[in-house]
């Protein structure tokens, strides 16, 4: 029987994405061929893929792709529990193939999961199957999709892994009967934009603002006038310039322009329609961050474990 080596553990560690005691243990039961343990690691999986549903994955990737018409874009947030495992090959496959089913149907994380891949697979089988092979938990946690009748969808990707994947991406929809070409370049500095601005935009304007954010930052300001001992219809007016003053920071249109601070967004949008003669609308915007709002927990160090494992420390 070959010698299991921490080379032969970290190969098959790097091909499939499993955990190192399983990919061991594989090697060990299939007498170090790694493409038998590939398989074992598989048919032993599955039956275990449904315990791990409850860990937290908060790494992995956002994917986005355009249509091959520039009016659609989507991006999806396909998650795992370490980095490592979403460096992998086939992780970043199949991100990217979720994102191009999710350019077929409207959007909805369960209709994308309950859709085909281009093999003809089931997409919620095959994050199965690879919960069952890597030995990680995994899960499609959302996805959006943007369209428009006529103008421009465009797509920025920051700090990218891959193609068509990284840690933070984000959609932008012109609206325009202009120049394509043109929308498509604007769209795209404005993506630019949301993900590059030091205060991430939270709405469109300020009618897409959640009420209960809203709500909330009126909470604070009020108690802040209060506490400064003015009178209360002064502290009333104070929180309303403070509200308005909020708010242009936290809406895309009133949002200075990264690119050129003295423009703010809404301002870029109209010089656009002068330019391409014809009226542009910023319809929509999405922008995923990897991982945000969910728990992640520590990763250990990959050498030292692979080391103490197979006896080589």
């Known amino acids: 029987m070959a010698e299991i080596t921490a080379a032969l553990v970290k190969d098959l560690r790097e091909k499939s994405g499993a955990g190192m005691m399983d990919c061991k243990k594989a090697l060990t039961e299939n007498g170090g061929d790694v493409e038998a343990s590939m398989d074992w690691l598989r048919t032993k999986g599955l039956a275990k893929a449904a315990k791990k549903a409850d860990r937290a994955a908060a790494e992995g990737l956002v994917a986005g792709k355009i249509s091959a018409d520039g009016k659609t874009g989507v991006l999806v947030e396909f998650n795992a529990e370490t980095d490592f495992v979403a460096k ?7 991100a990217r193939e979720f994102a191009n089913v999710a350019l077929t149907v409207d959007g909805d994380v369960d209709a994308i999961t309950s859709a085909k891949t281009s093999k003809g ?3 919620s089988d095959v994050i199965t199957n690879m919960i069952a092979t890597i030995g990680e938990n995994m899960r499609l946690r959302r996805a959006a999709k943007l369209s428009v009748t006529d ?4 797509l920025y990707l920051h700090n990218k892994q891959g193609d068509d994947v990284a840690k933070l991406a984000v959609l932008v929809a012109l609206e325009g009967t202009g120049d394509k070409a043109a929308l498509a370049e604007v769209a795209r500095r404005i993506a630019l934009h949301v993900a590059g601005t030091p205060t991430p935009p939270l709405a469109l304007n300020s009618d897409e603002l959640d009420p209960d954010v ?22 009333e007016k104070m929180v309303e310039g403070r509200i308005r003053k909020w708010q242009e920071e936290v809406v895309l249109l009133k949002q200075p322009f990264v690119m050129n601070p003295d423009q703010t967004i809404e301002q870029l949008v109209a010089e656009t329609a002068k330019e391409t003669g014809a009226p542009v609308v910023l319809k929509a915007f999405v922008r995923f961050a990897l991982g945000e709002g969910v728990e992640k927990a520590p990763e250990g160090d990959f050498a030292a474990e692979v080391a103490s494992m197979t006896g080589q420390a």
């Open 88 to 94: 992998n090959e086939g992780f970043q496959n199949a």
């Open 214 to 235: 809203v709500a909330k930052e009126r909470e604070i300001q009020t108690q802040t006038a209060m506490e400064s001992g003015k009178p209360r219809e002064i502290a």
């Open 121 to 123: 697979e089931v997409v």
């Open 151 to 154: 103008g421009a969808v465009s």
